[in-house]
């Protein structure tokens, strides 16, 4: 092999080795996956367990087909918290829309969580389909 040939090979391996810390910071601040398709911001102060409650409340106390569900995209572009004795009160707003459907109304789904040792639903509605809260 050629002494060029040498140099370009391990000036790559070099560069590439290089990037390699950078790579692992950036992983290290990736968001871990979550099991809620309800997109939060990322500054959200919404712990993820409260998240995840959040959209099986959805998939569970809303009248959503199957497909339908699949199809919709989540936002919560509304989300209030506050400190009620020893819990935190969550009021979330959230946008269901399709996205492949711009010109329809997108629905709203309003839920307020209360994380005080567990989470509960304490309040449910939507403007698209129904949604129920369970019986006290």
């Known amino acids: 092999m050629k002494p060029q ?3 370009r090979v391990g000036g790559g391996v070099l560069r590439l080795a290089s990037l ?10 990736a968001a871990a996956p979550i099991d809620s398709r309800i997109q939060f911001p990322g500054h959200t102060n ?6 995840e409650f ?8 809303c009248n959503y087909q199957s497909y339908e569900e699949q199809e ?4 919560a572009y509304d989300v209030k918290t506050r400190k ?6 969550y009021s979330i707003s959230i946008l269901s829309e399709l996205p492949w459907k711009k010109t329809a109304v997108p629905g709203t789904i309003e839920m307020t969580v209360v994380a005080d040792g567990g989470i509960r639903l304490t309040a ?3 403007s698209f389909v129904v949604c129920a809260l369970p019986p006290s």
Not at 72 to 75: A, D, K, M, N, V
Not at 84 to 89: K, M, N
């Open 5 to 7: 040939a040498v140099h």
């Open 20 to 29: 390699v810390p950078v790579l692992w910071a950036l992983v290290g601040f």
């Open 46 to 51: 919404v712990p993820r367990a409260v998240q």
């Open 54 to 61: 959040a959209w099986r409340v959805i998939e569970t106390r």
């Open 72 to 75: 919709r995209s989540f936002w």
């Open 84 to 89: 009620v004795g020893t819990g935190v009160v």
């Open 124 to 126: 449910l509605k939507s």
